[in-house]
């Protein structure tokens, strides 16, 4: 399913698409990797428990295996073939559990190589995208303040300066006067 959005990304970067066609690629690719990252954290919890059932066999195959060696060893032969017939469902039943898990595991890898692919192509299709004309214009017009001696906010060193001197000063206050209730709080007791 990615495969056609990132297809069809890179149709319209290279057919100089409206920036709104772009916008809506992105929302689905981003749709989209949220989807893998939730197959991906379905894969996961089928892993853990399909681990728990294979546990849960292999015991029961043991208790089985035990059970057959015991009767044996007491030569209750109704009792072992008994026991036989049950280790032999529940090894099979374990072989069907670890052939289950090994595609489990190789599905999971798969989907995670896949997301990493997803979330990269996104990042970079972002990083990629054309501005709209709005952020070209103001993109220029703050170009065009900075030549004329303006400062952009948020890029002055200045201010930067003088807004954490002026954070310092507030925090510095505030604990001044905490220490004034502090103190009128000490008095009274």
Do not use: C, N, Y
């Not at 890179?10 to 949220?34: K, S």
């Not at 991906?40 to 428990?49: D, G, L, S, W």
Request: aromatic share 2%; hydrophobic share 40%; glycine share 4%.
């Amino acid at each position: 399913m990615f495969e056609r959005l990132r297809d069809a990304l890179r149709a319209a970067l290279d057919a100089a698409t409206p920036p709104g066609d772009l916008r809506d690629l992105a929302r689905q690719m981003r749709e989209a990797v949220v989807e893998a990252k939730l197959s991906v954290q379905a894969t996961r919890e089928a892993v853990t428990h399909t681990e728990g059932e294979l546990a849960l066999e292999r015991q029961r195959l043991a208790d089985a295996e035990r059970r057959g060696r015991l009767a044996a060893e007491i030569q209750d032969q109704e009792t072992v073939a008994v026991a036989a017939r049950f280790a032999a469902k529940h090894r099979e039943r374990a072989g069907v559990l670890e052939r289950k898990l090994a595609a489990l595991r190789d599905e999971q890898a798969l989907l995670e190589r896949e997301l990493a692919e997803m979330q990269a192509q996104l990042a970079r299709a972002e990083r990629e995208r054309p501005s709209t004309e709005a952020e070209r214009s103001a993109e220029r017009a703050w170009r065009d303040l900075q030549q004329a001696g303006g400062a952009r906010p948020g890029m002055d060193l200045r201010d930067e300066l003088l807004r954490g001197e002026m954070d310092r000063a507030a925090r510095e206050a505030a604990a001044e006067q905490q220490l004034r209730e502090l103190k009128k709080k000490m008095k009274k007791e």
